[in-house]
Nanobody, 126 residues
Framework: QVQLIESGGGLVQAGGSLRLSCAASGGIFIYYTMGWFRQAPGKEREFVAAINWNGGRTYFADSVKGRFTISRDNALKKVYLQMNSLKPEDTAVYYC???????????????????WGQGTQVTVSS
């Protein structure tokens, strides 16, 4: 079973940047598609970005395309979410997730991912 720990959240002004990190332990990290989701108060958890095992394929929600990038370092067992041009509507708890089955064709839903971190708060002030 893989364990995931997010870090890097915080308070930032609109237009600013943050870089989230997710450290994995246990499991075989290189086998997993990794994703980022977020959940704002009163809203459902939503997909943000995902990256396949070697970084050759990435997926982004329309709301973050062109502003966020996702990357991974398999040697360090880490995945990153670089968030630029942040907006107040990006405010949410951000979760790292691992798709461990290898069966999701386009892993962009919560049901595709079986392991989750505890989340890190991102707050964007206007």
């Amino acid at each position: 079973q893989v364990q995931l720990i997010e870090s890097g959240g915080g308070l930032v002004q609109a237009g600013g940047s943050l870089r989230l990190s997710c450290a994995a332990s246990g499991g075989i990290f290189i086998y997993y598609t990794m994703g980022w989701f977020r959940q704002a108060p009163g809203k459902e958890r939503e997909f943000v970005a995902a990256i396949n095992w070697n970084g050759g394929r990435t997926y982004f929600a329309d709301s973050v395309k062109g502003r966020f990038t996702i990357s991974r370092d398999n040697a360090l067992k880490k995945v990153y979410l670089q968030m630029n041009s942040l907006k107040p509507e990006d405010t949410a708890v951000y979760y790292c997730a691992a798709e461990t089955s290898g069966t999701a064709v386009v892993p962009t839903t919560t049901s595709d991912f079986s392991s989750w971190g505890q989340g890190t708060q991102v707050t964007v002030s206007s």
